[in-house]
């Protein structure tokens, strides 16, 4: 079965809370899915988490009235601070271009100023640091087995002294 109509299956059995979960699992396996987002907001505005349901019903692109006051009241916390409108979406949901978004969501980012190019604006796609590189990594390697054939080398001389 696949996972929007196991979904619309627990909302009519009238269980929201299933739905929700079944929904939230898929996102961390899914590319942008204007449906699954969808779902998810409708789903989290029956449950009155009316926020929540304004992030998912923004990244859908839908605009049905019975979906403005959520998507404003998501929209309202970020107000004056719109570089931290990307932190809550999911990883799915952090595009690296405006133009890679639903028209009416990027339509609706361009309002709030951002340029098509998002990379250097909330830096979710921004390189990040990594362990130490694989040079720095082999000098050590390579300092601690000169270290050791030192050793030997001074304990072979030591043990010849004491010998002869």
Not at 34 to 58: I, N, R, S
Request: overall charge negative.
């Amino acid at each position: 079965m696949d996972f929007l109509a196991e979904a619309d299956w627990e909302i009519d059995a009238g269980n929201l809370w299933r739905a929700k979960e079944i929904l939230h699992k898929q996102i961390k396996h899914s590319n942008y899915d204007v449906q699954l987002f969808e779902k998810l907001g409708f789903v989290l505005l029956q449950m009155k988490d009316t926020v929540e349901a304004g992030k998912y019903l923004f990244l859908s692109g839908v605009r049905k009235p019975e979906y403005e006051d959520a998507i404003n009241l998501f929209l309202r916390k970020y107000e004056g601070k719109p570089h931290n409108l990307f932190h809550p979406f999911p990883r799915s949901a952090k595009l690296p271009r405006l133009s890679d978004y639903p028209e009416t969501v990027a339509s609706e980012l361009r309002g709030l100023g951002f340029t098509d190019w998002l990379e250097n604006v909330h830096g979710i796609h921004a390189p990040q640091t990594t362990a130490p590189s694989g040079n720095f990594a082999c000098f050590i390697f390579l300092t601690v087995i000169l270290v050791i054939i030192i050793l030997l080398i001074l304990g072979i001389v030591k043990l010849f002294e004491i010998i002869f």
